[in-house]
């Protein structure tokens, strides 16, 4: 179903009935991958709102050149659309972690109760090995532009990106802008303004937005418990389902 | 000799991607297997620009995103009207509309190429105007005393104005659950199920981001939704009767008919892609099948429609009343899987279209649309 935010068309799912809670996907996915964990919160007594975030799922691209500022607005924005009085807890996963984490501290967002699932959010430091793969990663364009390495160019750059981290940006398309101006702020600043009980939920194995930066969130968030699953990855919640949907149902109580 | 056929897919509409599948599977392919034509396809961007070339009929073109590199290098289609129809240099025997929506399905690419004097596949500009408005469709209906469910409809304009009194005014007027429609749009896009005034609003304001014109309607209690894909000019022949099976969004949208691979199979036959989920044939209680063959013909004769049409019907399996819902002239991929499953081919089928596309252009040729007069003379 879709639902006209600030001028801004954005496909929805409600479902269930009870506490509202709002799921938030990260970056390249859509509301669909939260069908699992919505499944569960419905039968655990929620009404459960999904949004496929603009650029993504079947949301146009926004009318701008966003950054993450404009998605924390527009999910506010929704949160009254939807007449939500009490939001009982907002989740978050890579990207939607982000929008939360700004949203929240800046006090767009309002929820009783927070759950960050393998958050982004923390800039890397620039190391010297990103530096060199980075460099490999460009030289890595301009040979495959050559007359000859045109076919095999897709692949080769898909991989030397996804070796500095950069899967998303080669998939992004139209969402290249918005993907950079993402990447670019470190939203750390934040971290400490947000007072609601916050659950990490981090994947041990979580290679994208690595453990690391679940404990730095930890550290810098007050009132946060962290809670890691040494199967999952970075979707930890579909990856350790039982685990994950344990940890949330005693979290929300 | 081989006729030569162009078939124009794309367009600036809101189903241009449905439109290359239409045209590069459902009609290119067959109308190339059945070996008596010579086959131009005709690409129509979202920017509105016309391009053509053999390499339009790869469907790997457009998936992998290539196509962005070609518009950019090709040229555009040259026109030219001399009391027929050349597309560059290449004199074009009849055309082949694959175009959904807006542009395209409408009427507008109908009148261009009644313009030029054209056989051309499918409905005609005036009956094509007529499908394509939801409100106009079923005011034609009506007026023709096939059922209708309740409706009431309003302009983008008069919504934006006052969207709290509007938004109540159809509230008033109608009881829920009511459909809130787009009336250009096909596909489903932008349809929303509201069961209270706060959705209806917000209903309203997706549908007018949309179009310039609004349909409010009732549900049909007991529904069972059904749909009939016809072809004919003068005696139109029904294929079978398909029911879609609608999900949890309890009706058949958009990503359950082109995107969602399925759903729960109820029984029927299975039916997967571009039309999601289906029974085909439907099995309906006793002596609904020719009530509704009847009244899905009576809507194609009442609208005008020639060539080729799907009527969608709404059922309430209560009182066995069967309502005109929506017609559309340019059916996804000309609905050739429910011709297989009703024994017709697909080559089949579009060499039949093409037959009668080139009947009713015989036809109107024995009309009279110019006179001699002295009128001049006296200037």
Not at chain 2, 140 to 163: C, G, M, Y
Not at chain 2, 185 to 193: A, C, F, H, N
Not at chain 2, 348 to 372: C, I, K, M, Y
Request: charged content about 20%; aromatic content about 8%; proline content about 4%.
């Amino acid at each position: 179903m879709k639902v006209l935010v600030n001028g801004q068309l954005i496909e929805y799912k409600k479902e269930g009935q009870g506490n509202a809670v709002l799921l938030l996907h990260g970056w390249g996915t859509s509301l669909a991958s939260f069908d699992q964990l919505s499944q569960h919160l419905v039968v655990t007594g929620h009404e459960v709102f999904r949004i496929d975030f603009p650029g993504f799922g079947a949301s146009p691209v926004p009318n701008g050149n966003w950054s993450v500022g404009e998605y924390a607005e527009l999910t506010a924005a929704f949160v009254g659309k939807m007449n939500i009085s009490k939001l009982t807890a907002i989740f978050g996963h890579s990207f939607g972690g982000r929008v939360i984490i700004k949203g929240v501290a800046t006090g767009l967002l309002q929820p009783e109760k927070v759950i960050l699932m393998g958050s982004a959010g923390i800039k890397p430091k620039t190391t010297a090995k990103m530096i060199a793969y980075r460099t490999v990663a460009k030289t890595g364009k301009a040979v495959t532009a050559l007359p000859g390495l045109n076919k095999m160019s897709k692949s080769l750059r898909e991989r030397l990106y996804a070796a500095v981290g950069s899967s998303d940006y080669q998939q992004s398309g139209a969402m290249k802008q918005v993907f950079l101006n993402t990447i670019r702020e470190d939203l750390t600043q934040y971290l400490p303004a947000i007072a609601a009980p916050t659950l990490l939920l981090w994947g041990e194995r979580d290679t994208e937005t690595p453990l690391a930066d679940g404990k730095l969130m930890h550290a810098k968030i007050s009132k946060s418990e962290l809670i890691v699953l040494p199967n999952a990855g970075h979707f930890v919640y579909d990856d350790d389902f039982d685990g994950a949907t344990k940890a949330i149902d005693r979290f929300l109580g | 000799m081989k006729k030569t056929v162009a078939v124009y897919f794309g367009g600036r509409s809101t189903e241009h991607d449905i439109s290359i599948i239409t045209a590069l599977s459902s009609v290119i392919k067959p109308l190339e297997m059945a070996g008596q034509y010579t086959i131009i396809p005709v690409y129509i961007t979202k920017q509105g620009r016309w391009i053509s070339g053999p390499k339009l009929k790869d469907i790997s073109l457009f998936s992998s995103g290539k196509i962005e590199d070609f518009i950019k290098k090709a040229k555009p289609v040259t026109v030219t009207f001399d009391g027929g129809f050349m597309l560059n240099k290449t004199r074009i025997d009849i055309n082949f509309p694959a175009m959904h929506g807006s542009f395209g399905e409408d009427g507008s690419l109908m009148g261009v190429f009644r313009m030029a004097g054209i056989p051309f596949v499918g409905a005609d500009m005036d009956s094509s105007v007529i499908a394509m408005d939801k409100v106009l469709a079923k005011q034609v209906a009506e007026a023709n005393n096939i059922p209708t469910s309740k409706f009431v409809f309003l302009t983008r304009d008069e919504f934006l104005a006052d969207q709290v009194g509007e938004t109540a005014k159809v509230a008033a007027t109608l009881s829920y659950p009511l459909f809130v429609k787009p009336a250009h749009l096909g596909s489903s896009i932008g349809i929303t199920r509201v069961t209270t005034e706060e959705e209806l609003h917000n209903a309203l304001e997706v549908a007018a981001y949309y179009d310039n014109k609004i349909i409010v309607e009732e549900a049909v209690a007991n529904l069972i939704e059904v749909t009939v894909p016809i072809i004919g000019n003068k005696v139109p022949k029904p294929a079978l009767i398909e029911r879609p099976l609608a999900t949890a969004d309890e009706f058949f949208d958009f990503e359950n008919k082109y995107i969602r691979g399925g759903g729960k199979k109820t029984g029927g036959a299975k039916q997967t892609g571009s039309q999601g989920y289906s029974e085909l044939p439907v099995v309906l209680p006793e002596g609904l099948d020719d009530k509704v063959l009847q009244t899905a013909i009576a809507t194609y004769k009442a609208l005008g429609l020639q060539g080729m049409g799907r009527v969608d019907l709404l059922i309430d399996s209560k009182s066995q009343t069967v309502y005109f819902n929506e017609v559309n002239p340019l059916p996804g991929s000309i609905y050739a899987h429910n011709w297989r499953a009703a024994g017709v081919s697909t080559v089949d089928l579009v060499n039949e279209l093409v037959q009668l596309a080139e009947q009713r252009f015989s036809d109107n040729s024995q009309l009279n649309t110019t006179f001699s007069s002295s009128f001049l003379q006296q200037f």
